[in-house]
């Protein structure tokens, strides 16, 4: 940002809500873009803000204590709200409310991320689990420093991260999946396939086609404490459950705004991430936005989502004031998972994909999944290949023309036909 641009950003007053990764990285992007005027960040946790992929990693395991963000708010000139819960939203108005009252805005930011979904016949049950916040993590952190047995409900990612680090603490796992494989809901079933193995070589036993019907609580408190019972009957023991079954967008309290909502709840925004109330914005797990690049709107619950989405909100804040409006927001989404010792990543977007290449034998401990249309790469799925996700992801980018031949050759690097 040019010292000319600097002096034409006018003193306006930006309010963020939510103080996680989005909330965090949209605050300290409009200062690296030069927005000079006062940025407040509310967050309902009363934690310092944090950074949430380690909770079911180093955090779980209490090889980290924790994981705050190493940002000096202070230093930044951005004022920190810390417990403090939105209630609502009066665009008419630019006002917010909160529980500590109401608070003006010029710009207003939500990213208010995401909630777990609750498992219906385990409401109120104690030690059932959810795992999305620093304190669900800390008190799941006893559970595996005890050994306990444990029954997860639902193999997604945070179902396979916690049973990973639950069996390297020595806990007696079950997973239990209602659908017919893990990852059903993000994976073709013959990229799924591989990974069911993964479950029973780190000594995790898979239960699918499995749906838990309620948790009963352990009968005059002796252990185990638990007893999942399934549709079909089983009755699984477990001294604690955790339940990794999905999460959707933390936007009820926006119900009353009048900000348009998506079918999944998530706040509906355009291609510079503006929501359809004048000045405000939604960025992160929060909402969706319309991809060019794959020509349907993208919900996206990962981390580089809420890294790379708040720069363009600070650009469109900052570049509107000075006339610049920035690019579209038309990432290749892309995210990462440690799961039973193997390093796994995805970029892209494959549902409109025509073709599926292999580079590598999904029984060994290195192996890639391409997804083409035509003779362009639109996603690719890496396990232990990190140097095929860091050129694949480019040739997503570039929308390259790839050989086929080449691409399904694991010993050629990942380039594009003409290279
Ligand atoms: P969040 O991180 O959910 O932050 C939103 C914040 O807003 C929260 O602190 C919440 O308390 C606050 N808030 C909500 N409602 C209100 C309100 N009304 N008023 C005030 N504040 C409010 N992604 C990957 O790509 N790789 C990984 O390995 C990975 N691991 C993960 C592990 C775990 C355990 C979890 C939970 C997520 C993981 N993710 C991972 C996903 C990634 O962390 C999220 O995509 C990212 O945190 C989204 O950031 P966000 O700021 O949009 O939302």
């Given at each position: 940002m040019s010292e000319q641009t600097r002096e034409r950003t006018p003193e306006r007053r930006v309010v963020v809500v939510g103080a996680g990764m989005a909330g965090v990285q949209t605050a300290v992007a409009l200062r690296?873009?030069?927005?000079?005027?006062?940025?407040?960040?509310?967050?309902?946790?009363?934690?310092q803000p944090y950074d949430r992929p380690p909770l079911s990693k180093a955090v779980l395991l209490g090889t980290a204590e924790g994981s705050a963000f190493d940002v000096d708010f202070e230093a930044l000139g951005i004022t920190l709200r810390l417990g403090c819960e939105a209630l609502g939203v009066r665009p008419d108005e630019h006002v917010l409310d909160t529980s500590e009252g109401p608070e003006p805005y010029d710009?207003?930011?939500?990213?208010?991320?995401?909630?777990?979904?609750?498992?219906?016949?385990?409401?109120?049950?104690?030690?059932?689990?959810?795992?999305?916040?620093?304190?669900?993590?800390?008190?799941?952190?006893?559970?595996?420093?005890?050994?306990?047995?444990?029954?997860?409900?639902?193999?997604?990612?945070?179902?396979?991260?916690?049973?990973?680090?639950?069996?390297?603490?020595?806990?007696?796992?079950?997973?239990?999946?209602?659908?017919?494989?893990?990852?059903?809901?993000?994976?073709?079933?013959?990229?799924?396939?591989?990974?069911?193995?993964?479950?029973?070589?780190?000594?995790?036993?898979?239960?699918?086609?499995?749906?838990?019907?309620?948790?009963?609580?352990?009968?005059?408190?002796?252990?185990?404490?638990?007893?999942?019972?399934?549709?079909?009957?089983?009755?699984?023991?477990?001294?604690?459950?955790?339940?990794?079954?999905?999460?959707?967008?933390?936007?009820?309290?926006?119900?009353?705004?009048?900000?348009?909502?998506?079918?999944?709840?998530?706040?509906?925004?355009?291609?510079?991430?503006?929501?359809s109330a004048a000045d405000v914005y939604a960025v992160g797990d929060c909402a969706s936005f319309p991809s060019g690049r794959y020509g349907e709107r993208l919900m996206v619950h990962h981390w580089d989502n809420a890294l790379q989405g708040p720069r363009t909100v600070a650009a469109d804040i900052v570049g509107a004031a000075a006339g610049e409006p920035p690019e579209p927001y038309d990432p290749v989404p892309y995210f990462w998972s440690e799961q039973f010792g193997r390093f796994v990543q995805y970029a892209g977007h494959h549902t409109a994909a025509d073709t599926t290449l292999w580079r590598g034998d999904p029984a060994s401990a290195a192996w890639t999944v391409c997804w083409l249309r035509g003779d362009r790469l639109v996603a690719l799925l890496a396990v232990g290949r990190p140097r095929d996700l860091a050129q694949g992801r480019r040739l997503i980018q570039a929308g390259t023309a790839m050989d086929p031949r080449l691409l399904a050759d694991p010993a050629q690097p990942l380039k594009a036909a003409t290279a």
């Open positions: 690296e873009q030069g927005f000079t005027g006062p940025v407040t960040l509310i967050g309902a946790e009363p934690h710009r207003l930011v939500l990213a208010t991320g995401a909630e777990p979904l609750r498992l219906p016949g385990a409401e109120g049950v104690p030690g059932v689990h959810l795992l999305r916040t620093l304190d669900d993590a800390e008190r799941l952190r006893p559970v595996l420093a005890r050994r306990h047995d444990v029954v997860v409900v639902g193999a997604g990612w945070i179902g396979a991260e916690f049973a990973t680090a639950a069996r390297e603490a020595g806990c007696e796992v079950t997973v239990v999946e209602a659908a017919d494989r893990p990852l059903a809901g993000a994976l073709p079933a013959e990229v799924a396939a591989p990974m069911t193995r993964w479950y029973a070589e780190a000594g995790a036993v898979l239960r699918t086609h499995a749906r838990v019907r309620r948790v009963e609580p352990g009968e005059d408190s002796g252990e185990p404490g638990h007893v999942v019972v399934l549709d079909d009957g089983s009755r699984l023991p477990a001294d604690a459950v955790v339940v990794g079954i999905g999460a959707r967008p933390a936007t009820a309290w926006l119900a009353d705004s009048g900000i348009a909502l998506g079918a999944h709840g998530e706040v509906l925004a355009d291609d510079r991430l503006r929501t």
